[in-house]
């Protein structure tokens, strides 16, 4: 086959949709029907490899797959799957992912229909000029109602959903259908095989043995094993020793061309030579501009992290280094706490993203950290008009110096079943929200629009909005606009030292139910230890609130019998590697989850 | 030299929910596999056993085993019975006085009874129902009559169902039947028994920590009322019965142990038998008498304090530096623990205490 028709029978596409609507198990099916998982290896979700994806059920990383299909025309193409995750923390994944294809398949639980991530994946592919298939999943529940859904889509989404694919990725039905509309009516890649080489790098992985491995769609040209290519953004240059695509197993290839998506590795040991978002061209011919880029997402939410064991503080910068260039929406610098010592700030797009990350450092490098409340960026109007960025409680200046202080309201869409708009209503009114519109999806579903504080909905909204509506609303949302708020900070003082680690900012409404919530659950979170430790809130020199961890009254392995000496030792080695794992601060030991009590107060009286 | 002597028998005829020492219900044919081996695992020892001086035969239930006389009269075979101190056998109480006319002509001299308590609601969540207060104190004037006046009774506080109140009956029960040495064990939530799942699933629910903090306050000042001297953490004795057995234990005395999964300490090592009854009959079967042991990590300078200061009397520092020739002071940080008042130095001795004793493993950790 000739570079040509290879292009011509190149599809790229992804799969968006909201979270849970069935996405990874499609590609499963989709992977099936295109043989490309021998069945015995085959296992639920399979493109979702990291742990937490598998144990949390949910896609965190895009990923690619390599598939062949036959199609009824007799024809053979090559399909470039790219699955994508669906929770909103995660849309930049899926615009990177959306910037190497031609078309998506947007899919829609027939039994829970459009949702807000629906919405704002669908918009995200449609400003991409992506061509957008609609498909609707989980036609074999009872419960599915596809022609509402359609209904939905078109109504609510201005789609055509005339010819909306059925399908259940369950069952596999409708599954052939799909990749006939594929190859159809997505478009083959367009792009000039013979101009100078241009590849977007949309991720990029780090192997400990051949060190960073770019992923990357050919825009322009051809890339060959051997060549000597340079990163237009750094200038690196490096020699292609491998170059591959996954199908899924890796498969070594001698070239790739345009539409083509694969994997290179070149002995890349400097992870800071490649980013997410650069243009690879060939070293001795090169492309005379780069690709546009990927627009940076700037941070929401921030936060500190610090390694329960100071000694990790070097291999955490290191094992930033390495998330960085897998996740490239995460931004860093060093930061120092009096209680907890040298660590970094993080910048997140949200708190799943927050959780995740500090999840994988835990686990994927074996970090112990400790993580303290997240902020979200203030803007500080001093007197004299100097304005700055305020994203760390620490730093909260006195109020007599300053003009105001503003925070970031998030314009938020919520889609529920009308039963609960009174709920949610009231609910957004509780956290401060102020009233958009609200719209009629059909007779039975409405969208909710309300401007909202960001620390609202990092604090506990979300939560708050699935238990009140049974799980049924869903949520979107992006950044409107700062406003001025009368905000304070909340100390919290551990035997009798204020904790930096522990203050937040609050708006002054809640400071007292906040502060006195926070004391209730430190005294649930920090284990009795041998003396009395007062814990109080404080907002100022003023106490707000206070609590006492009582001091511990027994802690003793009662049996010590049959010369079983060893079993004794466990029981001690145990305890005391879970002592490591608190922080001593002063005198008292301080386990990791109380730093994120702040956060998760279950119940907060007024 | 090795001193004392442990035999494990992990038979019974009923499993309590909180049990996780090695045992299983009793099963003919097993047992009379597990006899032939363990006869052969102590013949092929024989020659470890010159010196001992003290036998503590546990389980599981040894009384609930068939074919516990076999064992007794291969001991008898090379050890001279009448000569040992103390030689202990236990047992639940129901089954307690099933052998006894064995422990007479076995020189068994101590028994050591699992009673746990004797509240009615708890003692059907342990399945002993089929038991009165009345029918016990019975069972113990029976065995004092033919002889044997040292016995010792277990009791468990914390327990699903225990309260002050059932614990004062308990206390009640131990003034009556006035034995010569109590172990009052603050109940351990061990992994994957019954007890576990049960409170997982929410079927029993325990006292809380200051419940059981008063139970274990009353249970101190009850028995020093009634004339037992506490002298390790869980265990009292009454004047001249502190258990010689046991503290070889804490004493880093040298031991040696024989059937599955029990525990051995000589030449500064310890070791534990393979715990797989099976694999156990079946090595032995083969004459593979080594791969039943397996050496265990030792280190006598951290089990010495971890292990001797369960003794209320506590240990010598000198011997420790005699011992191992080394000063304790630099091999742990023992000032702090002297600062923070859980240790209290009298001269060459130091010992837990009296808030010591409430977190001791708080003091144990900076040993390890």
């Known amino acids: 086959m000739d570079i040509k028709e290879k292009i011509a029978s190149t599809r790229n596409f992804s799969i968006i949709a909201h979270i849970d609507h069935g996405k990874s198990t499609l590609a499963d099916r989709i992977m099936e029907e295109c043989s490309a998982i021998d069945s015995r290896h085959m296992r639920d979700q399979y493109l979702d490899s990291m742990d937490i994806e598998r144990e949390r059920g949910i896609t965190i990383k895009l990923n690619t797959v390599h598939l062949n299909y036959k199609a009824d025309n007799g024809k053979e193409y090559q399909l470039n799957l790219i699955d994508t995750p669906g929770h909103v923390d995660f849309s930049y994944e899926v615009s990177r992912s959306l910037a190497a294809c031609e078309g998506a398949l947007l899919v829609v639980d027939s039994t829970q229909g459009v949702e807000a991530q629906t919405l704002a994946n669908c918009y995200l592919a449609l400003d991409n000029d992506l061509e957008v298939i609609p498909v609707i999943n989980k036609i074999d529940l009872p419960s599915s109602s596809p022609d509402l859904v359609k209904k939905e889509i078109e109504d609510f989404i201005g789609l055509d959903a005339s010819n909306a694919l059925l399908c259940s990725a369950k069952t596999g039905v409708g599954i052939h259908d799909i990749l006939e509309r594929v190859v159809h009516d997505i478009l083959p890649p367009e792009g000039n095989p013979n101009a100078p080489l241009r590849c977007l790098i949309f991720d990029s992985i780090f192997d400990p043995y051949r060190g960073v491995i770019p992923a990357f769609r050919v825009v322009d040209g051809t890339i060959r094993k051997g060549d000597k290519i340079s990163f237009m953004g750094t200038s690196f240059e490096a020699s292609i020793d491998t170059l591959f695509i996954k199908t899924p197993d890796e498969k070594e290839v001698e070239y790739l061309t345009v539409g083509d998506v694969g994997y290179l590795s070149a002995s890349i040991k400097d992870i800071k030579q490649v980013h997410v978002g650069d243009t690879i061209t060939l070293k001795d011919e090169p492309a005379l501009d780069p690709l546009p880029g990927y627009k940076r997402l700037n941070p929401m939410v921030y936060c500190g992290i610090y390694p329960v064991d100071n000694a990790d503080y070097s291999q955490l910068g290191d094992a930033m280094d390495k998330l960085k260039l897998n996740d490239a929406s995460l931004v860093f610098e060093k930061e120092s706490s009096q209680a907890l010592g040298f660590g970094y700030r993080l910048g997140f797009l949200g708190l799943l993203h927050m959780e995740v990350v500090t999840e994988r450092i835990e686990r994927e490098f074996n970090i112990p950290l400790i993580a303290t409340s997240p902020s979200v960026i203030y803007k500080v109007y001093k007197r004299g008009g100097v304005v700055y960025d305020l994203d760390n409680p620490s730093l909260f200046p006195d109020l007599g110096t300053i003009d105001r202080i503003e925070e970031p309201y998030m314009l938020t869409t919520i889609m529920t079943p009308s039963e609960y708009v009174g709920v949610i209503m009231k609910l957004c009114q509780d956290k401060r929200g102020i009233y958009k519109d609200i719209t009629y999806i059909n007779d039975n579903r409405v969208s909710i629009r309300y401007s909202m504080p960001l620390m609202e909905i990092v604090y506990d909204f979300f939560d708050k909005l699935k238990s009140s509506t049974k799980g049924y609303a869903s949520l979107d949302y992006e950044f409107e606009k700062y406003l001025p708020s009368k905000l304070v900070k909340l100390d919290i003082l551990l035997n009798g030292e204020t904790i930096d680690a522990l203050s937040t900012i609050v708006h002054q409404d809640f400071a007292y139910s906040r502060g006195k919530a926070i004391c209730e659950k430190l005294v649930d979170t920090i284990p009795r230890q041998l003396f009395d430790i007062p814990i109080q809130a404080a907002i100022g020199s003023k106490i707000i609130a206070r609590t006492t961890v009582k001091c511990l009254r027994k802690d003793v392995i009662a049996k010590c019998y049959g010369g079983d000496v060893s079993r004794k030792k466990k029981l001690l080695e145990k305890q005391k590697e879970g002592k490591k794992k608190m922080k001593a601060i002063g005198s008292v030991e301080v386990p990791q989850e109380a730093f994120l009590a702040v956060l998760k107060l279950d119940d907060e009286k007024k | ?368």
């Open chain 2, 1 to 368: 030299m090795i001193k004392g002597l442990y035999i494990h028998i992990p038979f019974c005829d009923f499993i309590c929910p909180y049990c996780d020492f090695k045992k299983r219900l009793k099963d003919d044919l097993i047992e009379k596999e597990y006899r032939d081996s363990l006869i052969k695992e102590i013949l092929n020892k024989k020659e470890y056993l010159n010196d001992i001086d003290t036998i503590y035969i546990g389980g599981g239930t040894p009384t609930a085993f068939s074919y516990l006389e076999d064992i007794l009269k291969t001991l008898d075979s090379i050890i001279d019975l009448s000569n040992i101190k103390e030689f202990t056998i236990e047992s639940t109480s129901n089954r307690c006085l099933d052998y006894l006319d064995l422990f007479t002509k076995y020189h068994v001299n101590r028994l050591s009874i699992g009673v746990e308590s004797f509240d009615d609601k708890l003692r059907e969540y342990l399945k002993r129902t089929d038991e009165t207060k009345e029918e016990l104190i019975e069972k113990i004037n029976r065995i004092r009559e033919k002889g044997i006046n040292n016995i010792n009774l277990d009791f468990i506080y914390s327990m699903p169902y225990s309260s002050l109140s059932t614990i004062k009956n308990d206390l009640e029960l131990i003034k009556e039947i006035n034995p010569t040495h109590i172990s009052f064990y603050d109940l351990i939530i061990e992994k994957n028994t019954q007890l576990s799942y049960d409170l997982k699933r929410n079927k029993v629910s325990l006292p809380s920590e200051n419940e059981s903090v008063r139970m274990r306050d009353l249970i101190n000042k009850t028995l020093k009322q009634y004339g037992y001297k506490r002298y390790e953490i869980s265990n009292w004795r009454k004047e001249g019965y502190e258990s010689i057995h046991n503290k070889y234990y804490w004493n880093l005395e040298e031991y040696i142990s024989f059937g599955v999964s029990s525990h051995s300490f000589y030449n500064n090592r310890r070791y534990e038998n393979i715990s797989n009854i099976k694999e156990y009959i079946r090595l032995i079967k083969n004459n593979d008498y080594i791969s039943i042991i397996k050496e265990e990590d030792t280190n006598l300078k951290s089990e010495y304090f971890i292990i001797g200061l369960r003794l209320i009397s506590g240990v010598s520092l000198s011997k420790y530096t005699n011992l191992f020739n080394s000063d304790p002071f630099k091999d742990f940080n023992i000032q702090k623990l002297l600062d923070n008042k859980l240790l209290v130095k009298r001269g060459d001795n130091i010992r837990l205490s009296k808030r010591g004793l409430e977190v001791a493993n708080i003091v144990f950790m900076e040993f390890i």
